[in-house]
T-cell receptor, first 115, second 112 residues
Framework: AQSVTQPDIHITVSEGASLELRCNYSYGATPYLFWYVQSPGQGLQLLLKYFSGDTLVQGIKGFEAEFKRSQSSFNLRKPSVHWSDAAEYFCAVGPYSGSARQLTFGSGTQLTVLP | ETGVTQSPTHLIKTRGQQVTLRCSSQSGHNTVSWYQQALGQGPQFIFQYYREEENGRGNFPPRFSGLQFPNYSSELNVNALELDDSALYLC???????????FGQGTRLTVV
């Protein structure tokens, strides 16, 4: 069975500091991996996705993620955090390249940004 | 603004009642997925509809059912509501499996 683990429930960083959110997955086949962000009262917005090829993926809002097959990880990074990045972040894995069908989500990491 | 709208935004139901949630897909999208997000958890896949047919289902009991209409809007119906059904229900639409899905803002259901 597929699963996603986000070990950090809550992370606090200062504005301008770098950020790394961890994600580990378990999946029987080649995974399609995603990072979503959810602001209060909002739905999920796709930050980036990985299917194959270059293991460093660039996304929107200055985010990037690195796929490491040997570690079953897909960590999200940002060099300099902005106050508007405060939100909840979800890592997800699925069998399909683009749609929202049968995605398995982690339990999320809540990001707080200090001024 | 994703173009995916859900209604209502909030509602309160009593245990044992039935509820219908609605999702209007983004223009041109023929695929809709539904997710349940309990408080403090990630979303869980309920089912997906493609061209009015269910084509994928998660680990949810039959009292969770759905419909997709010719205009590709969709409904999620939950019968015999239980307290644990209290959650944020999200729908997502896409044009096909290889295209990015866009999520609505969700319906917050509270069962008392």
């Amino acid at each position: 069975a597929q699963s996603v683990t986000q070990p950090d429930i809550h992370i606090t960083v200062s504005e301008g500091a770098s950020l790394e959110l961890r994600c580990n997955y378990s999946y029987g086949a080649t995974p399609y991996l995603f990072w979503y962000v959810q602001s209060p009262g909002q739905g999920l917005q796709l930050l980036l996705k990985y299917f194959s090829g270059d293991t460093l993926v660039q996304g929107i809002k200055g985010f990037e993620a690195e796929f490491k097959r040997s570690q079953s990880s897909f960590n999200l990074r940002k060099p300099s955090v902005h106050w508007s990045d405060a939100a909840e972040y979800f890592c997800a894995v699925g069998p399909y390249s683009g749609s929202a069908r049968q995605l398995t989500f982690g339990s999320g990491t809540q990001l707080t940004v200090l001024p | 603004e994703t173009g995916v709208t859900q209604s209502p935004t909030h509602l309160i139901k009593t245990r044992g009642q039935q509820v219908t949630l609605r999702c209007s897909s983004q223009s041109g999208h023929n695929t809709v997925s539904w997710y349940q997000q309990a408080l403090g958890q990630g979303p869980q896949f309920i089912f997906q509809y493609y061209r009015e047919e269910e084509n994928g289902r998660g680990n949810f009991p039959p009292r969770f059912s759905g419909l997709q209409f010719p205009n590709y809007s969709s409904e999620l119906n939950v019968n015999a509501l239980e307290l644990d059904d209290s959650a944020l229900y999200l729908c997502a639409s896409s044009s096909q499996d290889r295209e990015q899905a866009f999520f609505g803002q969700g319906t917050r259901l509270t069962v008392v």
